[in-house]
């Protein structure tokens, strides 16, 4: 197998991974849409609009020609936002190697299809699904750009792919489980940055961590009985992309779901937060699709709906809140997604 990867795209998510691969000593070619940021990323090293003061690897290679990067390469990792994940499949449709793996990163799904990421790829590449790795989990850009320990799960339905994922990421400070659910990985991914959006709406509001411990449990539970509907492992919610991947996102400072739910939670207006973001928030559209999920497969999912009032009709978070405690006495037992898992499969 030839040591070549290619990695699409430069965002934050993108060159963390390629440095992890590049210190795995990897031949890493990471490609960009943009000029500069190649010229930065192969003279200077560094990648300073989405990780500033970090220093990436000298041996990782940058090019704004997909061609290049892509030729020969042994597996293709995908890091791009969900919006641009058809455009830019369409563009390595033209040029990707028969044999070579497809990995993607991405945390989210099209929004007007509502089809997962594994889909969107295969239809453009021609591809079939299974065969198609995810990665996900408790993983910040900023953190792996750093090396602090962190571990996330790459799932196909190919084992061999997922297995050789694993192997190419793989290290020291990047540990890396297999799982079989890439359904599971993949809504778990998604699904996450909305409850995260609510848990920093929550803290914008000022609530405290009762609150907080609510809204992480109240949201694996809905994420998780949607996955199940859609045909997810419930196990999977438990584990690193579910709710490793919650904690993470919904505590963490350096999530952009986070600190946009926290802005709108001390009252400013959407676009205000979108525009002072300047990278992906990936839990606004995801809201949208979760709404839409919610209705077709009539699934309750309480805290996606509202957010989804919230962020699209101009609802008051103040009332939003008010409306999720004050739902009908429930038992606890009725809203967790082990029933009908066990309904389905015994
Ligand atoms: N940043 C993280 O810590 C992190 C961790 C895990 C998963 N993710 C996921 O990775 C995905 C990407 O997130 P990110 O953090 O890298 O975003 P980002 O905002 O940091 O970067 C997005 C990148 O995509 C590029 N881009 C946008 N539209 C494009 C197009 N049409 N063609 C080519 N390039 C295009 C931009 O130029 C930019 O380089 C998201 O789904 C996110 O949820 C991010
Ligand atoms: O910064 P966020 O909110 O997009 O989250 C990044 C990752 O998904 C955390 O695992």
């Known amino acids: 197998m030839s ?14 991974l390629a440095n992890v ?14 000029p500069e940021q190649v010229l930065e990323i192969n003279e200077q090293h560094t990648n300073s609009r989405y ?12 090019t704004a020609d997909m061609k290049e990067a892509v030729t020969g390469a ?13 455009e830019v499949c369409r ?22 299809s509502l089809k997962r990421m594994s889909t969107v790829i295969s239809e ?8 198609i790795v995810v990665l996900s989990g408790p993983s910040h850009a900023e953190e792996v750009i750093r090396q602090c320990p962190t571990t996330v799960v790459v799932a196909s339905g190919d084992q061999k792919a997922a297995e050789t994922a694993q192997d190419l990421f793989m290290n020291a400070y990047f540990r890396v489980y297999t799982n079989r659910d890439m359904i599971g990985v993949e809504l778990a991914g998604a ?16 609530f405290g961590d009762n609150a907080k411990a609510a809204l992480l449990t109240r949201g694996l539970a809905e994420i998780s009985r949607i996955g199940v509907e859609m045909g997810a492992n419930p196990l999977t919610f438990a584990g690193l992309a579910g709710v490793g991947d919650l904690v993470v996102t919904a505590t963490s400072k350096h999530s952009r779901n986070w600190r946009a739910g926290f802005m709108l939670g001390e009252g400013k207006p959407l676009d205000e937060v979108l525009s002072s973001m300047g990278m992906v928030v990936e839990g606004i559209r995801t809201t949208k699709a ?4 919610s209705e077709k497969f009539g699934v309750q999912m309480p805290i996606a709906n509202q957010l989804y009032h919230v962020l699209f009709e101009q609802r008051d978070p103040r009332n939003a809140v008010e409306a999720l405690m004050g739902r009908n006495p429930k038992t606890e037992m009725e809203t967790m997604p082990l029933q009908t898992w066990e309904q389905w499969h015994t």
């Open 3 to 16: 040591d070549k990867v290619a990695v699409l795209v430069a965002g934050s998510w993108g060159t963390a």
């Open 21 to 34: 691969l590049a210190a795995n000593e990897l031949d890493v070619h990471i490609w960009s849409r943009s």
């Open 51 to 62: 990780l500033p003061g970090m220093a990436l690897s000298s041996h990782l290679k940058a």
């Open 74 to 86: 042994a597996a293709v990792l995908i890091a791009a936002p969900s919006s641009a994940m058809r």
């Open 91 to 112: 563009q390595l449709k033209t040029c990707i190697e028969e044999d070579s793996i497809v990995i993607h990163a991405t945390k989210g799904f099209e929004t007007e």
């Open 124 to 131: 453009e590449i021609s591809r079939n699904e299974s065969s």
């Open 191 to 206: 699904l996450k940055n909305i409850i995260a959006l609510g848990a920093g709406m929550s803290d914008g509001l000022g």
């Open 290 to 293: 979760a709404y839409a999920f």
